[in-house]
């Protein structure tokens, strides 16, 4: 069984499972994500059409592994992989910010591609959007 850590020694397409605790589930242009971490680090899990709460630990089965330039590793479930919820905890030592910061990064990364591909409107100044008001 691989480890968070150990998705990224992985080639891109490779299946593998591993068991991690969910901690920030997002949905942008339809694509669902879930920023999920163990001992060894955090990463992204597309999630597809499977269940997962925020706060509980699963057993990822089949997850597809996706990589991006920089060396940035991510894992899909969305093509016949699945989320199997699991008893015990899995730990995650990371901090509550180090999360946040992992988070807004990457649910920002993907507002940007939902953009592109047209899934989101083009992104608009907030004083712009409320019509200038003040």
Known sequence: MATVKGLKSLAPGEEATFRAHVLRLWEIGGVRMALVGDESGLTRVALGEAAAEEGRSYEFQ???VRQYKGGWTSVSIADGGEALAIAEDVAVPQDEAYIERTFKILSGIQRKKGRRD???PPWEHP????????
């Open 62 to 64: 089949r997850a597809a």
């Open 127 to 134: 004083a712009k959007r409320d019509g200038g008001a003040e």
């Open 118 to 120: 047209g899934r989101l």
